[in-house]
Nanobody, 120 residues
Framework: QVQLVESGGGLVQPGGSLRLACAAS????????MGWYRQAPGKQRELVAT???????NFSDSVKGRFTISTDTARNTMYLQMNSLNPEDTAIYYC??????????????WGQGTQVTVSS
């Protein structure tokens, strides 16, 4: 069974930085894409950033130049470095993975989310 566990969220002042981590566990055979999505109060869940197995990345226009996504393949861990945070970044951040295991076909998986609050 696949588990995606986020960590690193918290309270930060405007202009500050946070680094989120997502650790994927289970009998993972292939990871095709991992990414971060977020959902702010009263809004739909939206893309933040993704990284594919070929190394390509995709960022929301609102975070380009401020956020960086990276992976540690050996640890099946993905990171989101968030710099120059502003209150509009306040949301629950969810880890996403498109992967297959040794026992299942390719499927989508989600973490439980971690709260990021940017406030003075």
């Amino acid at each position: 069974q696949v588990q995606l566990v986020e960590s690193g969220g918290g309270l930060v002042q405007p202009g500050g930085s946070l680094r989120l981590a997502c650790a994927a566990s289970g009998s993972i055979l292939n990871i095709y894409t991992m990414g971060w999505y977020r959902q702010a109060p009263g809004k739909q869940r939206e893309l933040v950033a993704t990284v594919s197995s070929n190394g390509s990345t995709n960022f929301s226009d609102s975070v380009k130049g401020r956020f960086t996504i990276s992976t540690d393949t050996a640890r099946n861990t993905m990171y989101l470095q968030m710099n120059s945070l502003n209150p509009e970044d306040t949301a629950i951040y969810y880890c996403y993975a498109d992967l297959r295991t040794y026992r299942t076909l390719r499927n989508d998986y989600w973490g439980q989310g971690t709260q990021v609050t940017v406030s003075s």
